[in-house]
Structures are given as C-alpha cells and as structure tokens.
C-alpha cells in the first residue's frame, strides 16, 4: 500500500472517530463537524507523524526521478548524448605525436 493512500486513510480514520465521539455531545452538526476537522488535524501531527515521513520521502523519490529523466530527455532533444559519443578521442593512433 502506497504511503500516501496510507496517510490519507489514516487521516479520514481520525476524523471519523473524533466525530463519532463528538456526535455524542448535544451542539449544533455543523459544530461537530468543524471541531472534528480541527482536533482530527491536530491529532494526526502527532499521531501520523511517521506515515506522513514516509509520504514525504516517496514524493521527494519520485520527484528527483521526474526531473533526472526531464533532464535526460533535454539532453537527448538537444543532442548533447550524440556529440559526447562521436568525440574525437586525442590519443587515437591516427593523430600526430
């Protein structure tokens, strides 16, 4: 299971059980849920602290690999590939000594 589905469903996890506790106090719905919101978020800071870390670092993974290939393909647009292998090595036997 990915980090972030993880997180995500940890996160939805959270608020459901502070609005099921919080359904049990007599105030207004839209209250209730608002408070859930904001007590759910506070608690999966601490609570989700690892499942968020690991989230960050796949996210911070696939981005470096988005940009290494971004970058390969640049370069391959551009032919820089091409003129690095067809270089004209100095220590060829052909050359003058």
């Known amino acids: ?19 099921a506790g919080l359904w049990l106090v007599d105030m207004n719905v839209f209250l209730k849920l608002m408070l859930a919101l904001v ?13 968020r870390d690991e989230m960050a670092g796949e996210i911070a993974e696939a981005a470096e690999r988005r940009r290494t290939e971004k970058e390969r393909l640049r370069s391959a647009l551009a032919g820089e590939d091409q003129t690095q292998t067809q270089t ?10």
Request: charged share 15%; hydrophobic share 50%.
């Open 88 to 97: 004209p090595n100095p220590e060829t036997p052909d050359s003058p000594r």
């Open 1 to 19: 299971m990915s980090a972030a589905l993880k997180y995500t469903l940890g996160r939805i996890g959270l608020f459901v059980a502070v609005l």
């Open 39 to 51: 007590f759910s978020a506070a608690l999966s800071f601490f609570l989700l602290r690892g499942w």
